[in-house]
T-cell receptor, first 113, second 112 residues
Framework: AQSVAQPEDQVNVAEGNPLTVKCTYS??????LFWYVQYPNRGLQFLLK??????LVKGSYGFEAEFNKSQTSFHLKKPSALVSDSALYFC???????????FGTGTRLQVFP | DAGVIQSPRHEVTEMGQEVTLRCKPI?????LFWYRQTMMRGLELLIY????????DSGMPEDRFSAKMPNASFSTLKIQPSEPRDSAVYFC??????????FGPGTRLTVT
């Protein structure tokens, strides 16, 4: 069965420092992978996706993600964190042969001034 | 485009009452999803439609929950009768069939 895992419930980082939010996947076939962000009292927003091609995917708000097939990972990164990046981040992958997305449990990112 | 529209944004009701949540998807999107989010259970998919047809309702908790999509621009999620454990934020999302889902702002339901 398709699945994604986010091993960290929370990540804390100081403003200006690089950040990484981890995601590993277990999917059959070529993986499609997504990152979403949820700000307080808002719905989830699409950040970026990997379909095929370059292993480094660039997305909204300066975020990027690195697809690593050998480690089955798709970690979200940003070179310099902002306090406004503080939010809940979800990794996701399509369920096999359906339109559904399987979401990870979410990682809360806290950026301190 | 206004994005996915949900109403009401907040609903407070008493146990046993009927609750109806509404969703207007983005025009041209042919898939619609209903999710529930709580601290305890996280984000759960309740049901999804493709071209107005329910495809997978395996996440619907029990018979008290029902969802309809009478046309491409409107869907409802109904809870009858409501119970305190139904308190959650309910999200509607739509997709143009590229797996990218666009979420509405959610309806915060409180059942007392």
């Amino acid at each position: 069965a398709q699945s994604v895992a986010q091993p960290e419930d929370q990540v804390n980082v100081a403003e200006g420092n690089p950040l990484t939010v981890k995601c590993t996947y277990s999917v059959s076939g070529n993986p499609y992978l997504f990152w979403y962000v949820q700000y307080p009292n808002r719905g989830l927003q699409f950040l970026l996706k990997y379909i095929t091609g370059d292993n480094l995917v660039k997305g909204s708000y300066g975020f990027e993600a690195e697809f690593n097939k050998s480690q089955t990972s798709f970690h979200l990164k940003k070179p310099s964190a902002l306090v406004s990046d503080s939010a809940l981040y979800f990794c996701a992958a399509p369920s096999y042969n359906t339109d559904k997305l399987i979401f990870g449990t979410g990682t809360r990112l806290q950026v301190f001034p | 485009d206004a994005g996915v529209i949900q109403s009401p944004r907040h609903e407070v009701t008493e146990m046993g009452q009927e609750v109806t949540l509404r969703c207007k998807p983005i025009s041209g999107h042919n898939s619609l999803f209903w999710y529930r989010q709580t601290m305890m259970r996280g984000l759960e998919l309740l049901i999804y439609f493709n071209n107005n047809v329910p495809i997978d309702d395996s996440g619907m908790p029990e018979d008290r929950f029902s969802a309809k999509m009478p046309n491409a621009s409107f869907s409802t999620l109904k809870i009858q009768p409501s119970e305190p454990r139904d308190s959650a934020v309910y999200f509607c999302a739509s997709s143009p069939s590229t797996y990218e889902q666009y979420f509405g702002p959610g309806t915060r339901l409180t059942v007392t």
